[in-house]
């Protein structure tokens, strides 16, 4: 039923590692994005697929990688963890081009390095 | 540099009240204006949007206000609800082209019983 999941909900994590965050839509939408949102509930965008290709990459540092297998799933990779990763992570899919840029939101995953 | 500012940062109101959440953008190429509702724990949720050749919206108990000289718009909340308590988020982008949204920093609703 869930049209937006990601997994895993919490992470706790020594500085240093290596996580990853896993977003899957089972919406038929054509575009997945991440966003960050920090500790003041500011929410940016960090990266954009359309139809697996990369279509928006904001000033991100090159630790995080996302990469996206297919259109319904869209996953991050994060290296050498530092504490300023901290945050919750959103996945997000739409309909790119449609009638309305409505985008749904996954549940978060909540990142804590430590 | 902030595109979207929204005030106030948190907003107190007793139920019944008509709390009000104002959003300044600064890119004329914005043509979508949505406001999100976020609960805690959740992650955020498409309340209402409004594209620039409508000064109105309304739906149910929540109305977008949009005056397109003065680059602003604003959400308003008819007869406030204590379930209405949440963060609420401005947003914009354009259309055709990334299409990323650009949110303002959030308001914090709190609807006293």
């Known amino acids: 039923d869930t049209a937006v999941s990601q997994t895993p909900k919490y992470l706790v994590t020594q500085m240093g590692n290596d996580k990853s965050i896993k977003c899957e839509q089972n919406l038929g939408h054509d575009t997945m994005y991440w966003y960050k949102q920090d500790s003041k509930k500011f929410l940016k965008i960090m990266f954009s697929?359309?139809?697996?290709?990369?279509?928006i990459n904001e000033t991100v540092p090159n630790r995080f990688s996302p990469k996206s297998p297919d259109k319904a799933h869209l996953n991050l990779h994060i290296n050498s963890l530092e504490l300023g990763d901290s945050a919750v992570y959103f996945c997000?899919?739409?309909?790119?081009?449609?009638?309305?840029?409505?985008?749904?939101f996954g549940p978060g995953t909540r990142l804590t390095v430590l | 540099q902030q595109q979207v500012k929204q005030s106030p940062q948190s907003l107190i109101v007793q139920k019944g009240g008509i709390p009000i959440i104002n959003c300044a953008y600064e890119?004329?190429?914005?043509?979508?204006f949505p406001w999100y509702q976020q609960f805690p724990g959740k992650g955020p949720a498409l309340l209402i949007a409004i594209r620039p050749d409508v000064s109105e919206k309304k739906e149910g108990r929540f109305t977008i206000s949009f005056n397109k000289s003065a680059k602003q718009f604003s959400l308003h909340i008819m007869d406030s609800q204590p379930g209405d308590s949440a963060t609420y988020f401005c947003a914009a982008s354009t259309q055709g082209g990334s299409e990323k949204l650009v949110f303002g920093k959030g308001t914090k609703l709190t609807v006293n019983p």
């Open positions: 697929y359309n139809n697996k290709e990369l279509i």
């Open positions: 997000a899919s739409s309909h790119r081009g449609g009638a309305n840029n409505e985008q749904f």
């Open positions: 890119n004329t190429a914005f043509d979508y």
